[in-house]
């Protein structure tokens, strides 16, 4: 096996943690994994320095997520055995997609193997995460994962300081919005 | 002192500031309004790159600000733009001051407002991606008032314009990669196609737009109106800018004819769904999307005529949207609901708000004597022209827009059994009565204004040049 099968194997089990274990811990854990993964493959082609921005960036939004639904003290709807096959089923399905799609987009977009295929079953993840939920919560890391799947293969094209400063500030603005989403109701009203 | 930081630093900083005044709603509105105002005015006066002497001192407003090895330019180019996106900003916000709006509405609709003229700005254009989805971010606090739980019209809009973001980046990536004869040519309309995905995203194109008439009717309609005001037309200039930047999409005919039959496909769902809807805020989302199909069917065109109708498009596009936003929000902050089973004396509560509703959806259907109408006319004659058998289409899309207000007015115009009291307040009047008489001026001298609007395209100088 090789070292570069570990991160994208990281990937598929925190794309299965955020999906198919809905309460805050499991998101938390899914998305701290996901993290260590996009840092893995990254550090092939960035810098260390800037892929450990992702790396942080991306586990303070998703600390900022799980706090605020700590703080709303609301138990996050859990879904019954069949729906957890289903939802499994779903992303072993978006698996094989994006390992069956790899060979058409690697003639297209020139990034590393192992960065591309993680970046794609990131984003595959992040999709399934947003069309399978209407919850904040869930909806904000369904977010996060698209965008770290993308980020991990626009790494691969564009390595500028700034594009990774404002892809940090954009993940960590989601974070807050997403933060936002969950708290509003809460929130002193404005009247 | 350079034209970047006149008009993206100081907006931004100001705002950053009245956040900390949030409290303070009037007092944030004002200089929101008064700052805004000023930045309209000195847009319109005020030259980039040459030297003015104001009594004894020389002051030269420079074109560029370097940030962390990229440039923000804005040129004497770009000056309509900003006065239009100013002067609209300044009219937002002082209805917003009349209105009530929440307390995040002045500082966040400001810091929205100097994101995307950053994303006008700046060079590369592929950053341009990252500061329209950092306006979006910053829209989400205006579009859900503290105390209010989030709805899915937001948090599709944030999905819709968030999925748009890579797309861009990655047409960017191609685009900008240096010189374009150099690039595989397979790649180039692969990369097109990216490049489309992204901006429907971004402005809603069909079959993405189904989050519009959900936002205009979950969240206040003068929130969604000022971002659905305010950020479509932002991102058709970018689209514009982009499309003038680059020869091999400038020159390609088949992108234009995309462009125009997504226009007409616009048109034709928003007016059929438009002529069946029974909820006055969600046809307010509908008008955005048939006005959006307007101006991708002008852009369509790809001749300086229909460029030019596009820009004249603006002024009605941005004075409707307001009028109908200022009208819903009197109803709602009222307790009125919009629905046609609840429409009974509302015209004798409201008057002025419902004739302002009425005239401005007429306005935005293309009636004579509107400020609609002229352009309206102008764009089916060139269409008609260019395209006559798909003309009907366009008709159809409009006529079915046109069912739909004349269905509101049929249940507007229900009177109530007993008397009613009037609930409009004196500055609420005030500011229906201005609209509704910009959008008569509008419609009794079209040339007067469109003429000075048209000179916004000058953002996209080699797009004109080359018809």
């Not at chain 2, 307001?322 to 929000?329: C, E, G, I, K, Q």
Request: neutral net charge; contains cysteine.
């Amino acid at each position: 096996m090789n070292l570069q099968t570990i991160p994208v194997l990281l990937l598929i089990v925190s794309g299965f943690l955020l999906l198919l274990f809905l309460g805050w811990r499991y998101t938390l854990l899914g998305l701290a994994l996901q993290y260590i993964g996009v840092f893995w493959l990254l550090v092939q082609i960035l810098p260390v320095g800037l892929a450990a921005v992702k790396l942080i960036v991306g586990w303070m939004a998703g600390a900022i997520l799980a706090s605020s639904q700590v703080s709303l003290g609301e138990e996050l709807p859990v879904t019954d055995l069949s729906g957890r096959i289903f939802r499994g089923l779903v992303l072993i399905f978006g698996v094989i997609v994006a390992f069956s799609i790899l060979p058409a987009a690697e003639g297209w977009i020139p990034v590393e193997g192992s960065v591309l295929v993680g970046g794609l079953i990131l984003l595959i993840s992040g999709l399934l995460q947003l069309g399978l939920t209407g919850n904040p919560f869930r909806l904000s890391a369904g977010l996060l994962t698209f965008l770290a799947g993308f980020e991990m293969i626009y790494a691969g094209l564009v390595s500028s300081v700034l594009v990774v400063g404002l892809l940090g500030l954009i993940n960590l603005g989601l974070g807050l919005a997403g933060s936002y989403f969950i708290l509003s109701s809460t929130l002193e009203e404005s009247s | 002192m350079s034209a970047p930081i006149l008009w993206i630093i100081i907006p931004l900083g100001v705002g950053v500031i009245l956040w900390v005044l949030r409290r303070r709603r009037w007092l944030a509105s004002g200089v929101a309004a008064g700052l805004s105002a000023i930045l309209a005015i000195l847009a319109a006066v005020l030259p980039i790159g040459e030297v003015i002497r104001i009594g004894g001192t020389q002051i030269e407003l420079a074109e560029s600000l370097f940030v962390l090895g990229r440039s923000f330019i804005l040129t004497n180019n770009e000056r309509p733009f900003l006065v239009v996106v100013f002067a609209t900003c300044a009219v937002w916000f002082v209805g917003g001051l009349i209105l009530q709006q929440h307390r995040f509405f002045a500082p966040f609709g400001l810091m929205v407002i100097a994101a995307l003229i950053g994303a006008f700005a700046v060079q590369p254009f592929l950053y341009a991606a990252l500061l329209v989805e950092l306006a979006v971010l910053l829209s989400i606090p205006l579009l859900v008032p503290p105390g209010e739980a989030v709805q899915s019209g937001v948090q599709r809009f944030l999905i819709f314009q968030t999925l748009g973001m890579p797309f861009i980046l990655l047409a960017g990536w191609v685009f900008g990669s240096g010189d374009i004869a150099q690039i595989d040519p397979a790649i180039l309309p692969r990369a097109a196609i990216v490049l489309g995905l992204g901006f429907a995203l971004w402005l809603g194109v069909f079959p993405f737009y189904f989050w519009i008439p959900q936002l205009t009717k979950q969240t206040h309609p003068y929130s969604a109106g000022f971002v659905l005001s305010l950020l479509p037309v932002s991102i058709l200039m970018l689209g514009l800018d982009f499309v003038s930047q680059i020869g091999w999409l400038r020159a390609s005919s088949t992108l234009f004819l995309i462009i125009q039959l997504t226009g007409m496909l616009m048109i034709i769902t928003a007016g059929v769904w438009a002529a069946f809807q029974d909820e006055i805020s969600r046809l307010f989302g509908y008008a955005v999307i048939l006005e959006t199909g307007y101006a991708l069917l002008s852009i369509g065109l790809n001749t300086l005529p229909g460029f030019m109708v596009f820009a004249a498009g603006l002024l009605p596009r941005l004075l409707g949207l307001f009028v109908v936003a200022t009208a819903l929000s009197v109803f709602k902050n009222n307790g009125q609901l919009t629905d046609f089973d609840h429409l009974q004396g509302i015209f004798q509560r409201f008057p002025v708000a419902v004739i302002g509703l009425v005239l401005a959806l007429f306005s935005m259907s293309g009636m004579p004597l509107l400020a609609g109408f002229p352009v309206r006319l102008e764009v089916l004659e060139l269409f008609a022209a260019q395209r006559p058998l798909l003309i009907g289409w366009v008709f159809l899309g409009n006529l079915g827009f046109l069912i739909g207000v004349i269905r509101v007015l049929l249940h507007v115009v229900r009177l109530a059994d007993q008397t009613e009291q009037r609930m409009e307040s004196w500055g609420e009047r005030v500011i229906l009565l201005g609209g509704m008489l910009f959008l008569f001026l509008f419609g009794f001298l079209p040339g007067v204004f469109y003429q000075s609007v048209i000179f916004i395209l000058r953002v996209a100088p080699a797009l004109l040049t080359a018809r």
